[in-house]
């Protein structure tokens, strides 16, 4: 590492620390020729995630895409700011297990599984969207999917 103030070409490493939850490292640096103590951050370098649409076409991950569609589908509804960040997070982080490419599609039911479990309204209305709805009957068969994946929650029969 160069010194920024004289450019030498060698400075010594006199503390390091781990900072932003582990992903990044804090070094303090002194140039030995003038003396000069700055800081360096050491992070891993992410590649690029792409999207591989439908029709063939690609574009970046937009991790903003996938929290603006969340947060459509849950206006109004008690999910927080916090549960739409941390699931669009997660779907990039799934995502990310693949490799550097990933299909519209994977995305899409990444989306869905999570919001699931998050909020059943906003799944259907997100799904609605997703899935193209253009008729009642597709909202019911997706509302009929829907309990056949949720756990029985009828109560109990009264004991006679």
């Known amino acids: 590492m160069h010194c920024p103030s004289c450019h030498a070409d060698d400075t010594k490493v006199i503390d390091s ?15 030995p020729q003038c003396s000069q103590r700055f800081t360096t951050f050491e992070r891993v370098e992410e590649l690029p995630l792409t999207v591989v649409k439908t029709h063939g076409g690609r574009e970046l ?22 549960q739409i960040c941390a699931l669009s997070e997660s779907v990039e982080d799934e995502a990310r297990l693949h490799g550097t490419e ?16 998050l909020d059943e309204v906003a799944y259907l209305r997100f799904a609605s969207v997703y899935k193209n709805f253009d008729a009642l009957g597709d909202f019911v068969e997706e509302l009929q999917l829907l309990q056949k994946l949720q756990a029985p929650r009828s109560l109990p029969s009264p004991q006679t």
């Not at 620390?17 to 140039?31: F, M, P």
């Not at 991950?61 to 916090?82: H, I, L, W």
């Not at 990444?110 to 919001?115: E, G, I, K, S, T």
């Open 61 to 82: 991950f937009d991790r903003a895409k996938v929290t603006e569609g969340v947060r459509a589908a849950s206006k109004g509804r008690p999910v927080s700011t916090e």
């Open 17 to 31: 620390r781990v900072t932003d939850e582990g992903a990044a490292i804090r070094r303090r640096r002194l140039c």
């Open 102 to 117: 990933v299909s519209s599609v994977a995305v899409g039911i990444a989306v869905l599984d999570r919001l699931r479990e």
